[in-house]
T-cell receptor, first 116, second 107 residues
Framework: DAGVIQSPRHEVTEMGQEVTLRCKPI?????LFWYRQTMMRGLELLIY????????DSGMPEDRFSAKMPNASFSTLKIQPSEPRDSAVYFC??????????????FGPGTRLTVL | AQRVTQPEKLLSVFKGAPVELKCNYS??????LFWYVQYSRQRLQLLLR??SRESIKGFTADLNKGETSFHLKKPFAQEEDSAMYYC?????????FGAGTILRVKS
């Protein structure tokens, strides 16, 4: 298994443009997480899905951000319109099962987003 | 509210010196705590979990409920330990991460 796959790896766009980030979780995993990493705030959970259903989106910054998981093998995070303050590394992670001390999240390589 | 605090942004030590990466948490329930590590050009990955009480790559972490801490320790740092380290608290299938500490081991 190639692990969690994210695309694109790098994205440079101009303010106001729509940005779509993509994630393919590890096959068989039923939970998927989107995180944002910045120097100032570290890793922040944006949203997570369980069995393709959004469970908690309280970390989504504002209405400009939206996420979907149409099936068990694909998820998107969309920013529309993008702003310079959205520049960050966005990580997708997946896990199998529910909470507990043996739960482990597996992370993708991240998408580095730069909004000019 | 659930919170994880890592007070040091950067910790720089010499090879062979002891290392302690600090982590404090705020959580009203019984905490499930983890350390994740991100080496240069690699993915963020689990280093250790408190429930296992094991040593991974020479690192250990003890949960101290009285001090609400979960510090990561290693007696003798190696250059390959240089990385970003995140402490994380799990609740309800979610992970709350600290801001992270960059560990630099100098030769």
């Amino acid at each position: 298994d190639a692990g969690v796959i994210q695309s694109p790896r790098h994205e440079v766009t101009e303010m106001g443009q729509e940005v779509t980030l993509r994630c393919k979780p590890i096959s068989g995993h039923n939970s998927l997480f989107w995180y944002r990493q910045t120097m100032m705030r570290g890793l922040e959970l944006l949203i997570y899905f369980n069995n393709n259903v959004p469970i908690d989106d309280s970390g989504m910054p504002e209405d400009r951000f939206s996420a979907k998981m149409p099936n068990a093998s694909f998820s998107t995070l969309k920013i529309q319109p993008s702003e310079p303050r959205d520049s960050a590394v966005y990580f997708c992670a997946s896990s199998f099962g529910t909470s507990g001390p043996y739960n482990e999240q597996f992370f993708g390589p991240g998408t580095r987003l730069t909004v000019l | 509210a659930q919170r994880v605090t890592q007070p040091e942004k950067l910790l720089s030590v010499f090879k062979g010196a002891p290392v302690e990466l600090k982590c404090n948490y705020s959580y009203s329930g019984s905490p499930e705590l983890f350390w994740y590590v991100q080496y240069s050009r690699q993915r963020l990955q689990l280093l250790l979990r408190h429930i296992s009480r094991e040593s991974i790559k020479g690192f250990t972490a003890d949960l101290n409920k009285g001090e609400t801490s979960f510090h990561l320790k290693k007696p003798f740092a190696q250059e390959e330990d240089s990385a970003m380290y995140y402490c994380a608290l799990e609740y309800g299938n979610k992970l709350v991460f600290g801001a992270g500490t960059i560990l630099r081991v100098k030769s």
